[in-house]
């Protein structure tokens, strides 16, 4: 059988509001159940990739999703058009599942064209929760923004959608290859291929032994993908005892967590961590499997710091004993890994948020790790952020140095001072109110620079821009930032990862060199810089709001 023996062309209509944000295409579920509302981006995605990358016919495709309410009927869906757009074979992890890292891995390894990943990341799941598509090119990174305006573009003037009806749905629970129409679908084990490359890149020998030595950790996985990779790499190859790994199994609603590996919602773990018979070791990863959060015992460390820690001892793990070429970070994220790579004489790069802009540093070898202070860090292993990665090279460094966490950090502020950061989020905020209050923002930059608020001397005030110093190309309006002399940063920006309303998020960040105030409560620490963020943005007036929903 021929794509077009049974093929359908079905008739549609644009739907508004289909442009791919930071991560991808993010609506809550209802949203995705409409009539032709998933087959119309695929479509556009189908329609615009042979001018954008290169002829589709023959060539492979991955699919995979971290398993939330809807994944299981998208995936068929998805197949049913891939089949019908003349693809020539299929990668989809058994159940439908892989991981974003994962996905990302196996687009690597086998040369795959690209891959489309079903997720909403760290959103909430199950029937009035959120999804999310996005696709990653061949690299294994995602799309960039040519490739993500160019599918907005096709969606506004999409009229129709090709599928095969009336074919059986595949088995995705039984390993192997089958046919669809003339497409071959391969059902692939979704945690091998990640968990080989992960033994490539850290000392297995040494985690098994530092368990064996009788320390214990716990790896919360939220219910979400992260669980069978967890299970696998830390029960099954490095001989933690059964049970290191809780709420391993991945479940549609997440088992009605939120899955955001932060201290807001990662509570349990925070109290599993606390006194003198915790265990050693606390990490958890979100929905997707992408984010990490580090704890040591009744110690949380924050993801700027994570970044800049595993920097500086990067050369104590296997993979990345010959250095580093550089470091990449997004822009709000805390400047200690900039004091890293000064240290280490590495540019440090600084890049808008959305793991896309790291891909081009990555792929033209100028750095080889990267984060985001959203809970993110990875490397040059993959294009996309990868939580067990970060949990394992920490493991690594605790192996190696027989230092725990703690410990680590502590000795990392000693050398090279303390940034005090977090990250303030307004949720839910009307659009049109969090729009005025970026536009009257901006519009105050000019009168800010060389002023002084709340005792601190700002030494620039802008909107930042990135220009890509391996394309060329620019992004503007990344965010607005107040820097302050001596080290000190606000930064205002809006997300893009959430479906309801708008969100701000605000940043700030202390520098301090003073080992002897190392030790502040950290919201004491950023007194001044918050009623800086309120006296500058009139937050509360224009959301609306009496506090932050959030505090990271």
Same mark, same amino acid.
């Given at each position: ?37 998933? $087959?119309? !981006?695929?479509?556009?995605? !189908? ?39 003349? !693809? ?8 439908? +599942? ?46 960039? $923004?040519?490739?993500? $305006?160019?599918?907005? @573009? ?16 595949? #088995? ?57 990779? @967890? ?22 609603? !997440? ?7 932060? %201290? @807001?919602?990662?509570? $349990? +773990? ?19 499997? #992408? ?55 590495? %540019? ?62 502590? @000795? ?65 309006? &990344? ?44 919201? &004491? ?22 506090? %932050?929903?959030?505090?990271?």
């Amino acid at each position: 059988m021929t794509p077009t023996d049974s093929l359908v062309v079905v008739p549609t209509q644009p739907v508004s509001g289909q442009r791919p944000g930071t991560s991808g295409l993010r609506k809550k579920v209802t949203v995705f159940q409409q009539p032709h509302y998933l $087959e119309n !981006f695929v479509q556009a995605l !189908f329609d615009i990739l042979p001018e954008q990358v290169g002829p589709v016919a023959g060539q492979t495709l991955v699919l995979g999703g971290d398993g939330r309410f809807h994944n299981r009927v998208a995936v068929q869906t998805i197949l049913r058009m891939a089949a019908a757009n003349g !693809f020539g074979r299929v990668l989809v992890g058994q159940g439908g +599942l892989l991981s974003t890292p994962a996905a990302s891995a196996v687009i690597r390894r086998h040369g795959a064209y690209g891959g489309i990943i079903l997720s909403a990341s760290h959103n909430p799941g199950g029937p009035d929760g959120d999804f999310g598509i996005k696709y990653n090119i061949a690299n294994g990174g995602p799309a960039p $923004e040519k490739i993500t $305006e160019a599918i907005y @573009a096709r969606t506004q003037q999409i009229q129709a959608y090709r599928t095969l009806p009336g074919v059986a749905e595949v #088995d995705l629970q039984t390993l192997g290859r089958s046919e669809l129409g003339a497409m071959g679908v391969e059902v692939i084990d979704p945690v091998a291929d990640y968990a080989e490359l992960m033994e490539k890149l850290f000392d297995f020998d040494a985690m098994r032994a530092w368990f064996a030595a009788g320390h214990r950790m716990r790896f919360d996985a939220m219910s979400a993908i992260g669980g069978p990779y @967890a299970r696998a790499v830390l029960e099954g190859r490095l001989g933690a005892p059964v049970g290191t790994v809780v709420n391993g199994e991945p479940l549609e609603d !997440f088992g009605g967590h939120h899955p955001d590996p932060n %201290p @807001a919602h990662a509570t $349990e +773990l925070i109290a599993a961590l606390s006194g003198p018979a915790a265990p050693d070791f606390g990490a958890a990863s979100d929905g997707d499997a #992408d984010r990490n959060m580090i704890l040591g015992r009744d110690f949380v460390v924050t993801p700027s710091d994570s970044l800049a820690v595993l920097a500086a001892n990067a050369t104590r793990v296997p993979g990345y004993r010959d250095g580093l070429a550089g470091i990449a970070r997004s822009m709000p994220t805390s400047c200690a890994a900039d004091a890293v790579a000064r240290a280490l004489g590495i %540019p440090c790069y600084e890049t808008p948020t959305g793991w896309k802009f790291f891909g081009n540093l990555l792929d033209a070898g100028r750095a080889t790790l990267c984060g985001e202070e959203s809970y993110g860090t990875g490397s040059n292993h993959v294009r996309e952020k990868d939580g067990l990665w970060a949990v394992l090279f920490w493991l690594n460094l605790q192996a190696a140095t027989g230092q725990s966490v703690e410990a680590l950090v502590r @000795a990392h502020w000693a050398r090279f001072g303390r940034h005090y950061y977090s990250r303030h989020d307004w949720e839910g905020i009307p659009v049109e109110r969090a729009d005025g209050l970026m536009a009257a923002l901006r519009a105050r930059l000019p009168s800010l620079a060389g002023g002084t608020l709340q005792g601190l001397r700002l030494a620039q005030a802008d909107d930042f821009a990135y220009t890509d110093p391996v394309d060329g190309s620019v992004s503007r309006q &990344q965010g607005v930032r107040l820097l302050f002399e001596g080290g000190s940063r606000v930064v205002f920006r809006l997300s893009g990862t959430g479906t309801e309303g708008a969100t701000l998020r605000v940043y700030l960040e202390r520098f301090e060199a003073d080992p002897q105030r190392h030790d502040l409560p950290t919201q &004491q620490a950023l007194a001044p810089l918050i009623e800086v963020a309120e006296e500058v943005a009139a937050i509360r007036q224009h959301s609306g709001q009496a506090a %932050p929903t959030v505090i990271t």
